[in-house]
């Protein structure tokens, strides 16, 4: 959990941005970005508790092979579900369309409802991300702040 003991969400990017190798130099806003990315993996790989879906670690390790390669892409995945502080939750067809909703209401695309249905159903306040869209969303936290 969190410094303050709250479990946070996870977003795909936040993985993203500390794996992936740029391939060209970072702007220093975006060298913040990837350093704040991996101080958040860094804690998680510590033991601070978070949780995602399986759509959002498919996206990472989908992305992570594209860009690295099938091996690194298997370890991340092998890390995620060995990983007793990384709470993964299932996704249902059902899931997928409750989303529908929330992402037309709010111009959010359905993963980014998906993470919110989720957060709400489990009482998580705060998600790790660097998505602007959750900015939208008024009743979660969106960190790191930067």
Do not use: C
């Not at 007793?84 to 709010?106: F, Q």
């Amino acid at each position: 959990m969190g410094a303050r003991g709250t479990l946070r969400f996870i977003d795909s990017n936040i993985f993203l941005h500390a794996y992936l190798t740029p391939r060209r130099a970072l702007t220093r806003a975006e060298q913040t970005v990837k350093d704040e990315a991996k101080a958040v993996v860094k804690r998680v790989e510590e033991g601070e508790e978070v949780a995602t879906t399986v759509v959002h670690v498919s996206e990472v390790v989908n992305v992570i092979e594209t860009g690295l390669g099938i091996q690194e892409s298997l370890g991340f995945l092998a890390w995620i579900i060995a990983s007793e502080n990384v709470k993964v939750y299932p996704v249902s067809p059902k899931d997928y369309a409750n989303t529908l909703l929330i992402a037309r209401e709010k111009d959010i695309s359905v993963n980014d409802a998906l993470a919110y249905l989720f957060m709400k159903a489990h009482g998580i306040k705060e998600i790790y991300s660097f998505d602007k869209h959750f900015k939208k969303l008024e009743d979660i936290i969106t960190l790191p702040k930067i």
